[in-house]
């Protein structure tokens, strides 16, 4: 068995709280997965992990509420951005992957851009109460 929870050392700066969770949880899967041969494997396995995990497709859009997420602190607790993962999460993960280490040199300036990237994004999206319905 592959162990490949070294992938997610550091944690990164999530876009809502709900994501914080996620990323642990992803962390303890992935360090019980099975062979992964090249990134393309190592993607494919992590979209449908966040399926697995949230029950929702990783795919630009709204945020998602997931209640065991919910630790009841913050507007965004429970929220998960499959926008996020899309943007900023997998690709640093299956960077890190293909260079075998973490974090690699250019990461930093890739987070940078796409934080920014994100953060754009984010504001044109209305923000969802806990019920789902937006505010």
Same mark, same amino acid.
């Given at each position: 068995?592959?162990?490949?929870?070294?992938?997610?050392?550091?944690?990164?700066?999530?876009?809502?709280?709900?994501?914080?969770?996620?990323?642990?949880?992803?962390?303890?899967?992935?360090?019980?997965?099975?062979? $992964?041969?090249?990134?393309?494997?190592?993607? %494919?396995?992590?979209? &449908?992990?966040?399926?697995?995990?949230?029950?929702?497709?990783?795919?630009?859009? /709204?945020?998602?509420? #997931?209640?065991?997420?919910?630790?009841? $602190?913050?507007? *965004?607790?429970?929220?998960? *951005? @499959?926008?996020?993962? %899309?943007? $900023?999460?997998?690709? #640093?993960? $299956?960077?890190?992957?293909?260079?075998?280490? *973490?974090?690699?040199?250019?990461?930093?300036?890739?987070?940078?851009?796409?934080?920014?990237?994100?953060?754009?994004?984010?504001? &044109?999206? @209305?923000?969802?109460?806990?019920?789902? /319905?937006?505010?």
């Amino acid at each position: 068995m592959q162990n490949l929870d070294y992938l997610f050392v550091p944690e990164l700066r999530f876009g809502v709280r709900g994501c914080r969770f996620l990323w642990r949880e992803m962390k303890l899967k992935c360090g019980q997965m099975g062979e $992964i041969r090249n990134a393309k494997e190592l993607k %494919e396995r992590l979209y &449908s992990l966040f399926f697995e995990l949230t029950g929702y497709k990783l795919e630009k859009g /709204e945020f998602v509420y #997931v209640k065991k997420y919910d630790n009841g $602190i913050g507007n *965004s607790a429970g929220l998960v *951005s @499959p926008t996020w993962w %899309e943007m $900023i999460g997998l690709p #640093v993960l $299956i960077t890190r992957f293909t260079e075998g280490k *973490s974090p690699s040199n250019g990461e930093a300036g890739f987070l940078k851009e796409k934080i920014q990237e994100y953060i754009k994004w984010s504001r &044109s999206i @209305p923000f969802p109460n806990k019920s789902g /319905e937006s505010q």
